[in-house]
């Protein structure tokens, strides 16, 4: 049954995103028809083709009860959008559908499973907002909440953890077995990932808590993701309040790729490492899915949760996705790189070799654009790092630039988007450590239109970026200030067609 809450979403976005232009919205990033979106759910397989859902209020560009919109695509690149999923409509979620997950069933029906949210006044007069983990099956367009939701709450939950604070369900089947890894905060008040399982995806229990904060990296873990990777295991959260650790996680908004190992039959997950996963200014609650052909594939809300107040004027859709990107563990470092389907839509190809680049900005015939897949390598000229920094200038025109940076000395990049445009007080500028490769770092950027992502040394950190410069400004170049490098420069445009919109 469609309940009048979630026609009503479905009529207005039928009724008003027709408006918006395809030429004022991203062309291969997901954005909502109309209004707002933040992270990605229920990023999954489902009869052959890849579903993505998302937290969206279609009525405004702002946070508000949080439905689920709804895409899939076959190549990443391609998205069709569909009506939206589900809404907040029965007592178990009367308050929000938050954060979660979905799954193909055997018998063909897609589950997906959520935290439905409800709010409750204090005798204090305080609100209080309740999560627990709810249930819809449908057919991949149109989904029935379960009758017995919520099938887990606050009663479910080992010593400690917070009714308040448990939420972002992922589930996966494994073995004849559902199992789900959720957010839920702890006696310390930081974030702790509980693990749950179920025989028949109905009926849950906790097993184990897979790792903690113990307020180390952050306070409240949200949106962890679970998965083996290259004889490895990954657990990724998204830390709240972070306090920054050097230039790895800045403060604020972050997320942790915790790598180890895991043992099924005890459950037992061993953190061996920690790093950041995105170094930009914009990037938050990731979720994974594995392709059909095996690849590990990450989708994240290319957005922080402390700007989303900063937005274009007169917009009618605010919060993109970034571009999927396939994981791969090297080396100990979880290493991202855009789908390789974006190679199919690579249009015009311009590329120079060992340009030399003494005092003074050089622009290069043919490179420019704001829809571009790009790789440039700079080195320096006979061995040794002669110059002290590197800059890409894009999305450039008199006044406005977004420049990606390398600078020699302590081997980082810089993104900056000071100069772009955007007239808010907001976070402009990353900074972050790389590895030079005998001297040598190779930047690739792929823009589209309204955001960058830099991809450094064949995806050994990866850096994602919105910037709102009108779309006028198009220009490129390249600079290195004191000495000399020489650079390479492969750049595509990137094609799509307009029925990449529908
Ligand atoms: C993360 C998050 C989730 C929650 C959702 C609500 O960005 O806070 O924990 O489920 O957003 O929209």
Not at 343 to 368: C, F, M, P, Q, W
Request: charged share 25%; with cysteine.
């Amino acid at each position: 049954m469609i309940s009048d809450t979630l026609q009503k979403a479905r009529d207005f976005e039928a009724q008003y995103a027709p408006h918006i232009p395809a030429a004022e919205r991203p062309a291969f990033h997901v954005t909502a028809p109309i209004g707002w979106i933040n992270d990605p759910n229920g990023f999954s397989c489902y009869k052959g083709e890849y579903h993505l859902f998302y937290q969206h209020h279609p009525y405004s560009t702002n946070w508000g009860p949080m439905h689920w919109g709804h895409v899939k695509t076959r190549d990443f690149i391609r998205w069709e959008q569909l009506p939206v999923a589900i809404a907040p409509d029965t007592p178990a979620d009367r308050d929000g559908c938050f954060s979660g997950s979905a799954l193909e069933l055997p018998d063909g029906r897609q589950m997906l499973m959520y935290t439905g949210v409800y709010r409750m006044r204090r005798p204090d007069g305080r609100m209080e907002e309740f999560q627990q983990q709810c249930l819809a099956f449908g057919d991949g367009v149109n989904y029935e909440k379960y009758p017995g939701n919520p099938v887990l709450d606050g009663s479910d939950l080992p010593a400690g953890g917070s009714v308040l604070d448990f939420r972002d369900p992922k589930i996966w089947q494994e073995d004849g077995t559902f199992y789900m890894v959720a957010g839920n905060r702890t006696e310390d008040g930081s974030g702790a990932i509980r693990l749950f399982e179920s025989k028949d995806g109905l009926k849950w229990t906790y097993s184990t808590t897979l790792d903690a904060s113990r307020n180390e990296y952050g306070r409240m873990w949200e949106c962890p993701d679970f998965f083996p990777l290259d004889g490895w295991r990954v657990l990724l959260v998204s830390p709240q309040e972070m306090t920054a650790i050097g230039l790895e996680f800045h403060a604020g908004y972050g997320v942790a790729a915790l790598l180890g190992s895991y043992d099924k039959a005890s459950r037992h997950f061993e953190r061996e490492a920690v790093q950041a996963v995105d170094y930009g200014t914009d990037f938050y609650a990731p979720q994974t899915l594995e392709t059909y052909d095996g690849r590990r594939i990450m989708i994240a809300w290319m957005q922080n949760w402390a700007t989303t107040g900063s937005q274009p004027q007169g917009c009618r859709w605010f919060g993109q996705m970034t571009l999927p990107r396939e994981l791969e563990l090297r080396d100990g470092r979880l290493i991202q790189n855009p789908v390789r389907e974006l190679a199919n839509y690579h249009g015009r190809k311009v590329s120079y070799r060992d340009i030399l680049l003494t005092a003074g900005e050089v622009s290069l015939h043919g490179v420019e654009g704001r829809l571009l897949d790009m790789t440039v390598t700079v080195r320096p000229v006979d061995g040794s790092p002669s110059y002290q920094t590197f800059k890409l200038r894009l999305a450039k025109d008199g006044n406005r630039e977004t420049v990606v940076r390398y600078k020699v000395a302590n081997s980082t990049v810089r993104i900056d988007r000071t100069h772009s445009g955007f007239p808010y007080d907001i976070v402009n500028v990353r900074d972050f450590p790389v590895r030079p490769q005998g001297g040598a770092v190779k930047l690739r950027i792929v823009m589209d239109r309204y955001s960058l992502e830099v991809f450094v040394n064949d995806g050994e950190q990866a850096a994602s970026m919105t910037l709102y410069t009108p779309q006028s400004a198009q220009a490129v170049s390249f600079e290195v200030t004191e000495g000399a490098a020489r650079i390479d420069v492969e750049k595509y445009s990137l094609e799509l067609g307009e029925e990449s919109k529908s």
